[in-house]
T-cell receptor, first 112, second 114 residues
Framework: GENVEQHPSTLSVQEGDSAVIKCTYS??????FPWYKQELGKGPQLIID?????GEKKDQRIAVTLNKTAKHFSLHITETQPEDSAVYFC???????????FGTGTRLKVLA | EAGVVQSPRYKIIEKKQPVAFWCNPI?????LYWYLQNLGQGPELLIR????????DSQLPKDRFSAERLKGVDSTLKIQPAELGDSAVYLC????????????FGPGTRLTVT
């Protein structure tokens, strides 16, 4: 079945360093890839997304890249801050569907 | 604009007891979703509503789970009877009809079954 693998499961970085989280999807029909940030006791919050007709998208310190051939997409956070500490989920879905297949999450810890 | 509201935030019950969760979506959002999130996992869809109609409940364990959205706004998810394995966070999300790619999540209800 459809599957999204996410790595690493935990990531610790020093404040100011960059963090990279990687996902791989299995369904070649997937064409929409959102990233969610979930803080403790809160629901997931959409932070950035990318569609299959774009290879990269950037929003301030956050960027996402997509390699459709390899079925890989990645989240890049630069100049990390303690408030970036949270669990990050990637997801994949196909146009015209509402079904997100989520990755298993990455717990990011930014050390001050 | 108010976000998705869920209550209660936490619930502890004994196994075999019933439990219900309530969700109020963002105003104007026709589509409502219930997700199950197990510890250390991503959310998994249980059911999706378009207005008051459940258009996909294929992942809902119908022997013990039920849901309703009678007036196409608020929704209730019920478990009866609860089992130990139901301990999880139950998330509600909503989106504008036709914009399923912009789903907004509520804070969730953390259920503990003892």
């Amino acid at each position: 079945g459809e599957n999204v693998e996410q790595h690493p499961s935990t990531l610790s970085v020093q404040e100011g360093d960059s963090a990279v989280i990687k996902c791989t999807y299995s369904d070649s029909a997937s064409n929409y890839f959102p990233w969610y940030k979930q803080e403790l006791g809160k629901g997931p919050q959409l932070i950035i997304d990318i569609r299959s007709n774009v290879g990269e998208k950037k929003d301030q310190r956050i960027a996402v890249t997509l390699n459709k051939t390899a079925k890989h997409f990645s989240l890049h956070i630069t100049e990390t801050q303690p408030e970036d500490s949270a669990v990050y989920f990637c997801a994949a879905s196909s146009s015209g569907t509402y079904k997100y297949i989520f990755g298993t999450g990455t717990r990011l810890k930014v050390l001050a | 604009e108010a976000g998705v509201v869920q209550s209660p935030r936490y619930k502890i019950i004994e196994k075999k007891q019933p439990v219900a969760f309530w969700c109020n979506p963002i105003s104007g959002h026709n589509t409502l979703y219930w997700y199950l999130q197990n510890l250390g996992q991503g959310p998994e869809l249980l059911i999706r509503y378009e207005n008051e109609e459940a258009v996909d409940d294929s992942q809902l364990p119908k022997d013990r789970f039920s849901a309703e959205r009678l007036k196409g706004v608020d929704s209730t998810l019920k478990i009866q009877p609860a089992e130990l394995g139901d301990s999880a966070v139950y998330l509600c999300a909503s989106s504008l009809q036709g914009k399923a790619y912009e789903q907004y999540f509520g804070p969730g209800t953390r259920l503990t079954v003892t």
